[in-house]
T-cell receptor
Framework: EAQVTQNPRYLITVTGKKLTVTCSQN?????MSWYRQDPGLGLRQIYYSMNVEVTDKGDVPEGYKVSRKEKRNFPLILESPSPNQTSLYFCASRILSGNIGELFFGEGSRLTVL | GNSVTQMEGPVTLSEEAFLTINCTYT??????LFWYVQYPGEGLQLLLK?????DKGSNKGFEATYRKETTSFHLEKGSVQVSDSAVYFCALRRWRLSDRKGGSQGNLIFGKGTKLSVKP
């Protein structure tokens, strides 16, 4: 089954404790992206990647890091989480060629930073 | 710059009512337009799309027409069901000259979402 898998789905942590949210897709997609969803703000892009070892900032990259060492994986790293990073996070992927590629989303990771 | 504006929610309707969720956009070039739907507890999934002016996207009884003259892509459904309760996102993908060569580097820009609740 084609899917984007995120882990963990739910996490409560404390300020400053490094954490990683993993994302893996099994569709051989070149493009992967991270979004955060907040009430009243919709989805905002954090980082994206066009292919292995190619990453770029989205609209709200501050406080986050990513890496793309393998095509299928695109982890989101919070080196020193803060309460304003409490949010619902989505990973997504799609093929790169063409202008119509559907974006496939994971089920989301709800993060609470105390 | 590029942006998407959609009507504020929440929208509450009775079953079998007519639905319209307004979406307007600002973009340079020729964006592709999308509606994504998010059911409770799930990630977003593509509902329908349109790539050029006057295109009509349709799926699951939902329709939206790409209106370049009014820069709009309103979502409509003639008769909603309880199972349509979800959050709906309008989105555009920026078009850039490099896209003509086959490689699309456009990121999606989403509206803020409109929550729809359908009551039996």
């Amino acid at each position: 089954e084609a899917q984007v898998t995120q882990n963990p789905r739910y996490l409560i942590t404390v300020t400053g404790k490094k954490l990683t949210v993993t994302c893996s897709q099994n569709m051989n997609h070149e493009y992967m992206s991270w979004y955060r969803q907040d009430p009243g703000l919709g989805l905002r892009q954090i980082y994206y990647s066009m292919n292995v070892e190619v990453t770029d900032k989205g609209d709200v990259p501050e406080g986050y890091k990513v890496s793309r060492k393998e095509k299928r994986n695109f982890p989101l790293i919070l080196e020193s989480p803060s309460p304003n990073q409490t949010s619902l996070y989505f990973c997504a992927s799609r093929i790169l060629s063409g202008n119509i590629g559907e974006l496939f989303f994971g089920e989301g990771s709800r993060l609470t930073v105390l | 710059g590029n942006s998407v504006t959609q009507m504020e929610g929440p929208v509450t309707l009775s079953e079998e009512a007519f639905l319209t969720i307004n979406c307007t956009y600002t973009a340079t070039g020729y964006p592709s337009l999308f509606w994504y739907v998010q059911y409770p507890g799930e990630g977003l999934q593509l509902l329908l799309k349109a790539t050029k002016a006057d295109d009509k996207g349709s799926n699951k009884g939902f329709e939206a027409t790409y209106r370049k003259e009014t820069t709009s892509f309103h979502l409509e459904k003639g008769s909603v069901q309880v199972s349509d309760s979800a959050v709906y996102f309008c989105a555009l993908r920026r078009w850039r000259l490099s896209d003509r060569k086959g490689g699309s580097q456009g990121n999606l820009i989403f509206g803020k979402g409109t929550k729809l609740s359908v009551k039996p």
